[in-house]
């Protein structure tokens, strides 16, 4: 069984109640395939995230659907937030978080947050615990510097930073740093 296997295998639907904050009209969930272009929208209107090409989400929604979540409104079952997520290979009690994203009417909620907690809590129970979560941040993204803090404050945790890519690692002119965000340990 290959490792994308296996990450699909302990893939199942989440239950909303497992979860505190989630906004009225909203569930939790692990995402589909079918989801990967609504989440590749998502990014696109974000307007902070790095858009990756369609076919990489419908990959990710395909092979890592055990380490991301989806906030589905519940009368259309259609996506209104995602976090997209992987165990780290090198520290497989670690959970690397890639891309969040809110559509903008769910904005200022606790969405983010929510989305967050529950993958957090999904991925600890079903891998046998997490010792942190890691995240890249450019540092002019106010609100996922935000996200992070308030996520390591709720779970008793630090929140170390250091550059792990600088801007000339990047083949495009003009990138920001992404800024490593290690948080840790948790407390369950």
Known sequence: MTAAQADLARARPASSREFQGIPEGLTLDVPRVDDGAAIWRLARDSGTLDLNSSYSYLLWCRDFA?????????????????????????????????????DRSHRGRGLAAALLDGLVA???????????????????????????????????????????????????????????????????
């Not at 609100?143 to 929140?159: C, I, M, P, T, Y």
């Open 122 to 188: 999904r991925v600890a129970r079903e891998t046998g615990g997490l010792d942190g979560i890691e995240t890249t941040v450019t540092p002019g993204n106010t609100a996922s510097n935000r996200l992070f803090a308030s996520f390591a404050e709720r779970h008793g945790a630090v929140v170390e930073r250091e550059v792990l890519f600088h801007g000339g690692l990047f083949p495009e002119d003009g990138h920001d740093p992404e800024v490593l965000h290690r948080i840790g340990p948790l407390t369950h």
């Open 66 to 102: 055990a380490t991301s979540a989806v906030a589905r409104r519940t009368g259309d079952g259609e996506p209104a937030g995602f976090v997209t997520g992987y165990i780290r290979p090198a520290r497989p009690r670690t959970l690397v978080v890639w891309q969040v994203a809110v």
